[in-house]
């Protein structure tokens, strides 16, 4: 696990790191624009970003990359358990694992884009 200290390319994560299928997961803080990556579950990197920089379980979405794909529309998904609970806390009661309000999936997709570049 680690957290994003400077921006990068999808190829440099892909050669730096070995992530199988060119798959990682990830967690992102919307609030102090925090991305960690690299876990076997989602809310790993979440109690990672909780514990090493005291983010709130209401700033944090999972998110996916698929690295070895091209186009940025299916590299990124926003497809997490934790998600289910998040969309609850913003109000949606029956959350999915999507980001289901677009204003927040918007900013947590600009978040990633300023860490990543897909």
Known sequence: MFILNKKTTKHELKENYHFPNGFVK?????????????????????????????????????????????????????????????????????GGMSILDPDIEQKASGVIEKWIEL
Request: cysteine-free; overall charge negative.
């Open 26 to 94: 990830g967690v992102m803080d919307i609030e102090q624009e925090l991305v960690a990556l690299d876990a076997e579950m989602h809310y790993e990197l979440a109690d990672y970003l909780r514990e090493e920089k005291g983010s709130r379980e209401y700033d944090m979405w999972g998110f996916n990359l698929w690295l070895e794909n091209d186009s940025p529309d299916d590299i990124l998904e926003f497809d997490s358990l934790i998600n289910i609970h998040n969309n609850q806390l913003h109000g949606f009661p029956r």
